[in-house]
């Protein structure tokens, strides 16, 4: 009779920490080993080796039943793997033995039932390599794979991709495998270990099978490892396993998943197929605040809607039209909508006496930071305390007077601040602007005209009226209007691929008469309008004006925004830069490598390709003569694609601080934009801390990449530690003009939009990328390169660039007329689930608000009322709430 077969699976003896290694015992340990077990164990090892001995009997009968029952012991005790089994560990003696028989035996049942033994202790037993398990498996009886227990069945898995990559190199059969493989993902898929069934299925190049094989009850789970392992999957296979998460949402009808991947994807077959899909009109509606959020331009025609009512209510969502009433709404709900003076953010009389005599007279330069500033705090409020103040009827009107504080271009940026400050609310912000247009002063005139592509940035209109008032002022003479016209259009239209725009700007590009500022900014606002198109007429009227550039141009600062033109472009398209990537290396060797840099940081931005950061490192760790910018361009690569995910991000600060130690100088100035980059509107205590130290340093470039830099980590949080480090500085630097004004604008940015803006390009759990708003930054970053030629010198403007990555960072919940709707939710900081057991909690640390609220960075929100269904997965932005139909009140 066989012992009590629990008894078996009981815990391991002191002989575990010899398991691995196969016994050679002599005869005396063995009997002092006799001696230890309990009269069980022996009972229980004395009838194994009965068995093995009855196997080898020639009389089939009696085989068959030891067999059987060797079988029924092995199986018993595999179910728990906490130690090695019993039955496993008194058979290992025997090991050879029984392959040594195995291999005399006739084909037949028995000899099946003798390999599906073998197969379990080569578990244990098989020397490293040897894959022995899986050799005895597909030779045994075809049995359900399961009943040996998980460890097995994992062990097995783990033979059969060494396997098949030894097949794969021979280019052998590997039908046998396959069917193996199905049976070990069905097992993997009905036990909760999806991720290890994914991972199998990786090994074996056959994704596909996925899709089979989930159900209702785990492909979220399976679709969320899929998501997160592409971050670290080389291309092409990256998009392939979204592929396949993208089928399995659609096939389970999670659409806004499913437009989430094709979002990321940037794929609009993909897209128009889930509105296609999904017939549901609330949930339509919800897709299009995700596709606004994400900030592209998307048709939809009336292949998707019969209806033109509802297909011009969807279009209008998906135009932001009501952005800018959204944002009020949580405003007034946190009650910030009183405006800000200049003076309410710097805070001087905190300061001790010297710094706050100087700050009375007034300066250009200071006006204009004060202007920028304004612009930044007040952004989208529609109210401020020097541009929008009503008029008095005698001084005829005061937002002229602050207009003529500032000098000739700095007129430019206060007119375009007026813009800003109402932002996303095209109707007033034109009727406001329509003054500026009849002055005789032609910057003020540039500043309206950017001012109404400030205006339009985000936000669609039915009748384009950006395009409509600023297409006659490109080609006027004064290069100043040009540039205002030109950067308004980059602006408003940015990664619409709008055709009349570029038929408008491409004859710029190789214009011999035009000045190069105004052919560098147009480069820009053609790269920004065609962002990540891949466009090649737009790719080769740049490349075709930087041949055409003189030695003494090349040599210029703005030139620089040229290559950066045909960067974004390419923005995240990987391979496809290949070709113009070769096209560059005829270029004159003085913007070569510039653009070389450019081309590669921009085409893997968001990727998190290891390779090309490593790349990176490798040309900033050169020690190069003076004179050399492609550095720099490198440094902002290294930080462009390493931002995709935490751990990558980690991995680029810590680089960057070995390149602050051992670089050239050149490097040493993109470093603080690199990680102002990095850790953009979420302040990290260390990166704060570096950045600080390098606020004070001897070299004043370096000192004002810093600042501006410390403004980018802190945008828009209000945090209260920077904003203190600002004032320091502020009182610090109260001589140096220069240094001042970069204080100035990160005071104006830790403060963006009185603290309920963001300027992070990543939204929807850091998953989604907005390449508008990557375009903005880096066009901004690549300007701080040089930042005493271009932001001190007369392009300040180029900080509008900014508008384009400002997002609110709320939740705003609404009910299905899309009206407000205030609910409980609790907020809290992301915890990362993947792959983890059960139904583990997704957010730690939180507290619970009334809607709409403020998303930090890293933050997560969950409703916390069962009383509505959320449309959309991830709580962020416009989240449409239907009320629940099983929900019952409890009084």
Not at 565 to 573: A, D, N, P, R
Request: proline share 4%.
């Amino acid at each position: 009779m066989a012992p009590d077969p629990n008894g078996a699976s009981g815990s391991g003896t002191k002989d575990e920490a010899a398991a691995k290694t196969p016994a050679k015992d002599p005869k005396k340990k063995d009997e002092k080993k006799d001696e230890d077990l309990s009269e069980e164990d022996l009972a229980l090892k004395q009838q194994l080796e009965l068995y093995v001995e009855r196997v080898q009997d020639p009389d089939p009968g009696l085989q068959k039943i030891a067999l059987e029952s060797m079988r029924q012991e092995i199986r018993t005790s595999t179910s728990s793997m906490t130690s090695v089994p019993k039955p496993l560990k008194f058979l290992r003696p025997h090991y050879g033995t029984l392959k040594n028989y195995y291999e005399t035996m006739a084909d037949s049942e028995l000899k099946k039932l003798l390999a599906d033994i073998l197969s379990v202790l080569a578990l244990t037993m098989s020397a490293e390599g040897e894959r022995e398990s899986l050799m005895y498996r597909l030779v045994g009886s075809e049995g359900d794979i399961g009943s040996w227990g998980h460890e097995y069945v994992r062990n097995l898995a783990g033979e059969i991709s060494q396997e098949y990559a030894k097949r794969q190199s021979e280019e052998s059969q590997i039908e046998d495998l396959m069917e193996l493989v199905q049976q070990i993902v069905a097992f993997h898929m009905k036990h909760n270990a999806e991720p290890e069934a994914v991972d199998l299925l990786m090994e074996v190049e056959d994704l596909d099978l996925l899709i089979e094989h989930v159900d209702k009850t785990n492909f979220k789970r399976t679709c969320l490892y899929l998501t997160s392992a592409a971050k670290y999957l080389p291309g092409p296979d990256d998009l392939l396993v979204l592929d396949i998460a993208y089928m399995i949402y659609i096939k389970y009808e999670e659409y806004p998943n499913a437009l989430q991947i094709a979002l990321f994807l940037d794929n609009m077959q993909y897209v128009r197929q889930v509105f296609t899909s999904c017939e549901d009109m609330l949930r339509r509606k919800q897709f299009c605040y995700i596709i606004a959020r994400h900030g592209i331009t998307f048709e939809l025609d009336e292949d998707i809607f019969t209806d033109d009512d509802d297909r011009e209510a969807l279009q209008d969502i998906i135009n932001n039209s009501k952005l800018s009433e959204g944002y009020l709404t949580l405003a007034r709900d946190i009650e910030v909508m009183e405006p800000k003076s200049p003076e309410d953010i710097y805070k001087a009389h905190l300061l001790d006496g010297r710094a706050s005599a100087g700050a009375s007279v007034d300066s250009a330069r200071q006006n204009l930071a004060a202007t920028f500033v304004n612009a930044f705090v007040n952004a989208g409020f529609g109210q401020d305390k020097l541009m929008t103040v009503p008029s008095d009827s005698s001084s005829g009107g005061s937002s002229g007077n602050w207009l003529f504080k500032n000098k000739e271009h700095g007129k430019a940026s206060a007119a375009a601040s007026l813009g800003m400050i109402l932002l996303w609310d095209v109707d007033t912000g034109l009727s406001l602007l329509d003054k500026y247009f009849h002055s005789n002063d032609n910057h003020v005139i540039s500043g309206a005209l950017l001012g109404v592509g400030i205006v339009n940035c985000g936000v669609k209109g039915d009748c384009d009226p950006a395009l409509a008032l600023l297409a006659d002022y490109v080609g006027k003479e004064d290069p100043s209007i040009r540039i205002g016209a030109i950067m308004g259009l980059g602006l408003s239209y940015a990664g619409s691929q709008h055709e009349q725009i570029r038929s408008r700007l491409s004859p710029i590009l190789n214009d011999a008469k035009a000045p190069l500022d105004v052919i560098a900014f147009s480069a820009i606002s053609l790269g920004l309008i065609y962002v990540g198109s891949c466009n090649e007429e737009v790719a080769q009227a740049i490349i075709f004006s930087l041949m055409d550039r003189s030695e003494s141009e090349l040599a210029e600062p703005l030139t620089r925004l040229l290559p950066l033109g045909l960067g974004l472009l390419y923005l995240g398209k990987q391979e496809s830069v290949e070709a113009t990537a070769e096209v560059s290396k005829t270029f004159n060797e003085k913007i070569r490598k510039y653009c070389d840099m450019t081309l590669l940081s921009c085409a893997y931005a968001g990727t998190g390709n290891v390779l090309k950061v490593q790349n990176l490192l490798g040309h900033c760790a050169q020690h190069l003569e003076k004179g050399e910018t492609h550095q720099g361009a490198a440094v902002i690569g290294i930080a462009m694609v390493a931002m995709a995910e935490e751990l990558g991000l980690e991995m680029a600060i810590r680089s960057l601080e070995h390149l602050l130690q051992y670089g050239e100088q050149n490097i040493r100035r993109a470093v603080p934009l690199a990680l102002g980059l990095l850790c953009i509107s979420n302040p990290k205590v260390n990166v704060m801390d570096t950045l600080s130290r390098l606020s004070h340093d001897t070299d004043s470039e370096v000192a004002m990449a810093a600042v501006i830099s410390l403004g980018l980590i802190g945008a828009g949080t209000n945090n209260a530690r920077i904003a203190g480090m600002l004032r320091n500085l502020s009182s610090y630097y109260y001589k140096d003009a220069s240094l001042l004004f970069c204080v100035r604008i990160a005071q104006g940015l830790v403060h963006l939009g009185k603290g309920l803006l963001t300027l992070n390009p990543y939204h929807s759990d850091r998953f989604l990328l907005s390449p508008n708003a990557l375009g903005g930054l880096v066009t901004i970053l690549h300007a701080c390169l040089d930042i005493k030629a271009i932001v001190l010198g007369k392009y300040h403007y180029v900080l509008y660039f900014f508008v384009l990555a400002m997002q609110p960072r709320m939740l705003m919940t609404v009910d299905e007329n899309l009206k407000p709707l205030t609910v409980p939710v609790r907020v809290g900081q992301a915890v990362d689930v993947v792959g983890q057991a059960g139904r583990p909690k997704t957010i730690t640390g939180f507290q619970t608000h009334s809607t709409p609220v403020l998303l930090a960075a890293g933050d997560r929100a969950e409703l916390a009322t069962e009383k509505y269904i959320p449309l959309s997965p991830i709580l962020e932005g416009f989240v449409i709430l239907q009320e629940n139909p099983e929900y019952r009140d409890d009084q």
